[in-house]
């Protein structure tokens, strides 16, 4: 029997590139958008779902669970960027990153626990980012809930295992996709003391996008992920630099680390 899986955001970038390979895999796949569209450049089946909103959450899953009778992977992908300085960035759109990136996740995860607990199996995969095992300059925000999806992971993990339930992350680096066009970036204030590091590190953000990785790679770990009976809850796709910059920050001093970091953004 086929698994059922729920991608959120699949309606471009790595989600869209998750839900197409699985579904050639033989998965049966339900991904989501807040406005789906054009469907018929879809080989799976893309629903309507918005994280912000509980109710069209709950409204995909009682539709996917009448189609199929259970549901047995989530794939939490759906999330925003943003970047800015700290102190230019308004709190509100802050607080809206946030919103999406974690208690958007959360609220997808609340949604699907009761299903794979009736099950007494499943498992969740949370898309998460290199860039949330570190602070890093202009992304800092971005960063933050990335870091802090990585560890609402790790304390459900432990918290559903017992019923059969394997929650994992998977922290992509830069791939090649369409995530610059849909960040919210704040703008180069005239008068803004971040003015020139800030526009030199947007072209650069810019410019580690479009050198990425193929969004395929991440379609295949998530597979692997999939089809692996005891996953690890960390799992890291990157380049060789980008993970070992992990390494760094475990191994280096502090000041030694932010130094590096600092130098790699002409600081």
Known sequence: MSKVVLITGASSGIGKSIATFLSEKGFKVYGTSRNPKNTEDFSFELIALNVLKVATIQT???????????????????GMGITGSIEDTP?????????????????????????MRKQKSGIIINVTS???????PFRGLYSATKG?????????????????????NV????????IAAGRYHTPVFEKSAYKEAYQAN???????????????????????????????????IGGFMEKFSIVLKRILPDNTYQ?????????
């Not at 189609?67 to 992908?77: A, K, S, T």
């Not at 290199?130 to 890093?136: P, V």
């Not at 802090?148 to 994992?168: D, P, Q, R, Y």
């Not at 790679?217 to 998530?222: D, G, S």
């Open 148 to 168: 802090a999806l990585e560890l609402i992971t790790e304390a459900t993990s432990m918290e559903v295992k017992h019923f059969g339930i394997n929650v994992v």
């Open 202 to 236: 947007l072209d650069l953000m810019d410019g580690h996008v479009d050198r990425g990785m193929n969004p395929l790679e991440m379609a295949k770990a998530v597979n692997k992920i999939i089809n692996t009976k005891n996953p690890k809850i960390h799992y890291k």
């Open 91 to 115: 709190t509100d759109e802050m607080r809206a990153v946030f919103n999406t990136n974690l208690f958007g996740a959360i609220d997808v995860m609340k949604a699907v626990l009761p299903q």
């Open 60 to 78: 995909a899953i009682d539709f996917i669970l009448k189609e199929e009778g259970r549901l047995d992977v989530l794939v939490n992908n759906a």
């Open 171 to 178: 922290a992509p680096g830069d791939f090649s996709t369409n």
């Open 130 to 136: 290199i860039a949330g095992y570190m602070g890093l």
């Open 259 to 267: 130094k590096l970091l600092m130098n790699h953004y002409k600081l």
